[in-house]
């Protein structure tokens, strides 16, 4: 058993690696928070329930933007609510009403929740309390591809009275964008991260990312027969790689943003990670969720919103691993 203070240090040294883990975000909740009273209320009981009512706020926006961080704000709660300024970049207080005649006291705040400090360490805490950190879990590898339509056939009865199904066909491509974003935030979350084109050789050619390619360009997820050769290729390894990340970004067409005037491209993310040591279980996922960049022509529209998908689906990512102390 880890000593009190070797933990603490531990989660300290954590926590720090995840200060660059996420990306730099600001989200806006808000809350009611009814305080009941005796006697006579004072500054001090006012204080105690817009305190209460801002952390409410931020249990508020876990619950509905961040599921898979509740069981890492319940351990750490108690901090929180103790330090909740240093989480905020901004609250103000909307209404406030005092009942006396039932000694009620209801306050309505709004918050600017500094999400990156929020889930860095919320993170940080869910890795750390177990004291599960052996660098044996530590190893991940990816492959995350950017994907734009290709053609898309309807379903229809044929002349012959046949049915013809739908088919969908990408064009399906890694990019620089994506493997840099996603690289960043499982590094800095204290992951060792390996290209996976580095391990094509290692693994005798069983993974090998052109199948990822070929049946995203197919479908939305990998074939059976890919999926199990990578397995199988990592975790032949001599030092074996833990988990496999998998996912597709889709590119839709781009628009003109009514507000700014810059052109608009809509991003739809689908990830998950396998556990390799546990025949490809599904350990965290992600989607499909959408996201959405602005740039001054299509093409750097296009790489803003692939770059904020990429970190938003790798934090999400993180985040579900952490809540299971990986």
Same mark, same amino acid.
């Given at each position: 058993?880890? #000593?009190?203070?070797?933990?603490?240090?531990?989660?300290?040294?954590?926590?720090?690696?995840?200060?660059?883990?996420?990306?730099?975000?600001?989200?806006?909740?808000?809350?009611? +928070?009814?305080?009941?009273?005796?006697?006579?209320?004072?500054?001090?009981?006012?204080?105690?329930?817009?305190?209460?009512?801002?952390?409410?706020?931020?249990?508020?926006?876990?619950?509905?933007?961040?599921?898979?961080?509740?069981?890492?704000?319940?351990?750490?709660?108690?901090?929180?609510?103790?330090?909740?300024?240093?989480?905020?970049?901004? #609250?103000?207080?909307?209404?406030?009403?005092?009942?006396?005649?039932?000694?009620?006291?209801?306050?309505?705040?709004?918050?600017?929740?500094?999400?990156?400090?929020?889930?860095?360490?919320?993170?940080?805490?869910?890795?750390?309390?177990?004291?599960?950190?052996?660098?044996?879990?530590?190893?991940?590898?990816?492959?995350?591809?950017?994907?734009?339509?290709?053609?898309?056939?309807?379903?229809?009865?044929?002349?012959?009275?046949?049915?013809?199904?739908?088919?969908?066909?990408?064009?399906?491509?890694?990019?620089?964008?994506?493997?840099?974003?996603?690289?960043?935030?499982?590094?800095?979350?204290?992951? +060792?991260?390996?290209?996976?084109?580095?391990?094509?050789?290692?693994?005798?050619?069983?993974?090998?990312?052109?199948?990822?390619?070929?049946? +995203?360009?197919?479908?939305?997820?990998?074939?059976?027969?890919?999926?199990?050769?990578?397995?199988?290729?990592?975790?032949?390894?001599?030092?074996?790689?833990?988990?496999?990340?998998?996912?597709?970004?889709?590119?839709?067409?781009?628009?003109?943003?009514?507000?700014?005037?810059? +052109?608009?491209?809509?991003?739809?993310?689908?990830?998950?990670?396998? #556990?390799?040591?546990?025949?490809?279980?599904?350990?965290?996922?992600?989607?499909?969720?959408?996201?959405?960049?602005?740039?001054?022509?299509?093409?750097?529209?296009?790489?803003?919103?692939?770059?904020?998908?990429?970190?938003?689906?790798?934090?999400?990512?993180?985040?579900?691993?952490?809540?299971?102390?990986?």
């Amino acid at each position: 058993m880890a #000593s009190d203070s070797t933990r603490y240090t531990r989660l300290l040294a954590l926590f720090l690696a995840f200060c660059c883990a996420f990306p730099a975000l600001a989200v806006e909740s808000k809350s009611t +928070y009814t305080y009941t009273y005796s006697g006579r209320l004072d500054s001090d009981e006012k204080a105690e329930a817009i305190m209460q009512a801002k952390v409410k706020a931020i249990e508020s926006w876990i619950a509905t933007a961040q599921p898979y961080q509740e069981r890492n704000f319940a351990i750490a709660k108690d901090d929180i609510t103790a330090n909740v300024d240093d989480y905020l970049l901004s #609250s103000a207080v909307i209404s406030k009403e005092n009942k006396k005649d039932i000694k009620q006291f209801r306050v309505v705040v709004r918050v600017d929740i500094n999400d990156t400090k929020m889930l860095n360490y919320l993170t940080a805490i869910g890795r750390a309390k177990d004291g599960n950190m052996d660098d044996e879990d530590q190893y991940i590898t990816f492959v995350f591809v950017a994907r734009e339509l290709a053609s898309r056939t309807e379903a229809k009865n044929t002349a012959s009275g046949d049915f013809k199904r739908a088919k969908t066909l990408w064009q399906a491509t890694t990019t620089s964008e994506i493997d840099i974003a996603v690289g960043e935030v499982f590094a800095d979350a204290n992951y +060792y991260v390996i290209e996976a084109a580095l391990l094509e050789e290692d693994t005798a050619g069983q993974l090998d990312v052109n199948n990822f390619l070929m049946d +995203y360009e197919q479908g939305d997820d990998l074939t059976p027969s890919t999926k199990r050769d990578a397995i199988r290729g990592l975790k032949s390894l001599e030092d074996p790689v833990q988990y496999l990340a998998i996912g597709t970004l889709d590119v839709d067409e781009h628009v003109t943003d009514d507000v700014t005037g810059l +052109y608009k491209v809509p991003v739809s993310v689908t990830a998950k990670i396998l #556990s390799v040591k546990r025949r490809g279980a599904t350990m965290a996922s992600i989607g499909p969720v959408q996201y959405i960049g602005l740039g001054p022509t299509p093409i750097v529209a296009k790489n803003n919103a692939l770059k904020t998908a990429a970190q938003e689906m790798a934090a999400g990512l993180i985040g579900q691993l952490s809540s299971k102390s990986i």
